[in-house]
């Protein structure tokens, strides 16, 4: 299995209203980024929780890691896939960041006498190892994320989702996330999961994820999803400026190639005028 | 919310703030049932030492004392007075018109302010050296015999503890709400008791709304982060009894033997 999450056929709804995921199929590489994005409502963070089996889906398969998630083996598909929350303060479950970390440990049963060792070295790794002892309230929001992630990263997962993770935060504190999300994935071979509103993000990842209105409405590598400035912008969708630039030359008979670099897009336009 | 003493954790680092949660709590009990044994003056005198001793140990300042004293005056007063009315046992002290002041009225009522000012140091003295989340653990591991009869201690305490740990979130919490509802005008202070209720509702409402929120992303969370309820864990903070522990418990029970000796002989 070189699949680290495959779902085929999703189905899921809330109440008696319509579908909130409505047969979805997807598969996602082992030690890639993935993006997820859509409209709000659209359905991503609930996705994310049938990942988890925080919700019981209502139809179709989902893989974790080559299991097969049924409800009965919840224990084991945690052992493989983590997640951390949008809202800092209520996925803080310790007294202080020390209490936190530990909380995961403890119920995966990790052996009391190694606990203090991988506490402190994920504390180091998210950059916490000065405020161990602190409590949540003393914590700025990106700090308590910060936290979060180093509680999920100390479980030793090999699949982290990020349901909206920095929105909730300040710019310095969204930029400070995004970079540990970046380096814990090149570091550690990590897959990761970004349900994100944040363009820049996606336009980083290896995969894209669109969902529309519970369906899977388009996916690919972020070039091709954003060259597919209508169905974006029905979805009200943005998409980087790079792209839009080179979607609106392209209709206007433009020929460019697929760079991303504005420099080299400009030097292109001017031969392009120099050839006319 | 700061000025209430009662209850209220005081972070020092002192020989009782060092001592095992359990060994407090214990200790506490034995005192409570050798506060109520009645040998009169020398059995508080006794204790009254001992807990002076502990407060000096304690670094806990004597004011903080008197502090969570002084909501249970009202109550002395008027115990004096009702005791005055009623306890007609010893020597007349004092006579206005019909009205006898009796000794047993005003020995009676000393009794009752000892007991209860030694009890209140005790509790005070309990929860203020040790950490709500200490006191929890505690708890959970003297209750742990009732785990055998199927009673759920770990999840008990569990509860406690997210409790304990929501309170500084929640309030915070409620200053935003009240905030907020103030920029819309809502007022809190003035206006008829009918008026006032309304605006402590436009509070309560949106507080309870989003606690239940709270609650399940925390259920959320604590899932995804592999709690099952009843399932085993390990625990990683230990309490760990020492000799301090054992010199506690051997005064206090020490006290007690003494006290209940005096009553027999």
Known sequence: MNKAIEVKNLKYRYTDESLTIDDISFSIEKGSYTTIIGHNGSGKSTIAKLLLGLLEKQGGTIFIDGIELNYDNLNQIRNKIGIVFQNPDNQFIGSTVRDDIAFGLENHCVAREKMDSIIESFAGKVNMTEFLESEPTKLSGGQKQRVAIASVLAMDLRIIVFDEATSMLDPTGKREINRLIKEIHDENQITVISITHDIEEVAQSDNVLVIDNGKLAMSGSPKEVFSNEKVMIKMKLDIPFVYKLKNSLRAKGIKVSNTLDLERMAEEVCQYILKK | ?265
């Open chain 2, 1 to 265: 919310m700061n000025n209430i003493t009662l209850g209220r954790f005081i972070p020092l680092n002192s020989f009782v703030h060092k001592l095992d949660p359990r060994t407090k709590i214990v200790a506490m009990m034995i005192l409570l049932v050798a506060i109520f044994i009645p040998v009169g003056f020398i059995g508080y005198g006794i204790i009254g030492v001992f807990l002076l001793i502990a407060l000096i140990l304690s670094k806990l300042s004597f004011s903080f004392v008197w502090k969570s004293f002084k909501p249970s005056l009202f109550m002395l007063v008027f115990l004096l007075i009702i005791n005055m009315f009623l306890i007609k046992t010893g020597d007349i002290w004092l006579t206005i018109g019909t009205f006898n002041l009796y000794s047993g009225a005003v020995i009676q009522t000393i009794y009752i302010v000892l007991r209860l000012l030694l009890m209140i140091v005790i509790t005070t003295m309990l929860t203020a050296t040790t950490k709500p989340l200490d006191l929890t653990m505690g708890l959970e591991d003297l209750l742990s015999p009732l785990a055998k009869l199927n009673v759920p201690t770990h999840d008990i305490a569990m509860m406690i503890s997210l409790a304990l740990r929501f309170i500084p979130t929640l309030l915070e919490e409620a200053q935003r709400i009240l905030k907020a509802q103030a920029s819309r005008g809502v007022d809190m202070e003035s206006g008829s008791f009918k008026e006032k209720i309304q605006a402590i509702l436009s509070l309560i409402v949106p507080l309870f709304v989003s606690s239940f929120q709270k609650a399940d992303d925390l259920a959320d969370a604590m899932e995804a982060r592999g709690y099952v309820v009843g399932a085993e864990r390990v625990r990683y903070k230990q309490l760990k009894f020492t000799f301090s522990d054992f010199i506690t418990l051997f005064s206090v029970t020490g006290i007690l033997a003494a006290l209940i000796l005096i009553k027999v002989l």
